[in-house]
């Protein structure tokens, strides 16, 4: 009996509480909870019942504890940007200072009714415990508990 579960694998690099990176592969359903598609990188990032994070690094199976790291960057362009560009989403510049140190800047996007769409609305809120920063070509996960300035 095989008990191997269908997942998409897609790279990124991770960056601890404590600035260390590595490269991974994460491993996303082929069910999402929403219009019947693969898993997105925030579905399982913002899930409340994931706490570590299923992934492949250095050719071994691996679960990181999603409280340890301060952002993922997702190599390539995950369907979350254009689900958001769709439907107009918030899109905000921002330059992030991390707990561990890092810097980061660029475009915050997120969804948020317009009497809501501030920037301190989002980090006051109950917000997905991941932000989607855009940079370029970089495309950041920022958790929202390693961020420790804001600058807007």
Do not use: W
């Not at 994460?26 to 992934?55: K, M, Q, W, Y």
């Not at 050719?59 to 340890?68: F, P, Q, V, W």
């Not at 918030?90 to 317009?114: F, H, I, Q, T, W």
């Amino acid at each position: 009996m095989d008990l191997t579960i269908q997942v998409e694998r897609v790279a990124a690099s991770i960056v601890d509480r404590k600035g260390r990176s590595s490269e991974i592969v994460l491993f996303l359903h082929d069910a999402s909870p929403h219009l019947f598609a693969t898993e997105t990188i925030a579905d399982r990032l913002n899930d409340p019942n994931v706490g570590f994070l299923p992934c492949e690094a250095a050719g071994r199976t691996e679960l990181i504890r999603l409280s340890s790291l301060s952002y993922v960057e997702i190599h390539g362009l995950p369907p979350e940007i254009e689900r958001l560009q769709e439907i107009g989403a918030v899109r905000k510049r921002v330059e992030l200072e991390l707990d561990n140190g890092d810097s980061l800047a660029g475009e915050l996007m997120y969804e948020a009714p317009p009497s809501t769409d501030r920037v301190s609305d989002l980090f006051n809120s109950r917000a997905p415990r991941f932000l989607l920063l855009t940079s370029g070509e970089r495309i950041l996960f920022v958790r929202r508990d390693a961020v420790a300035r804001v600058r807007l």
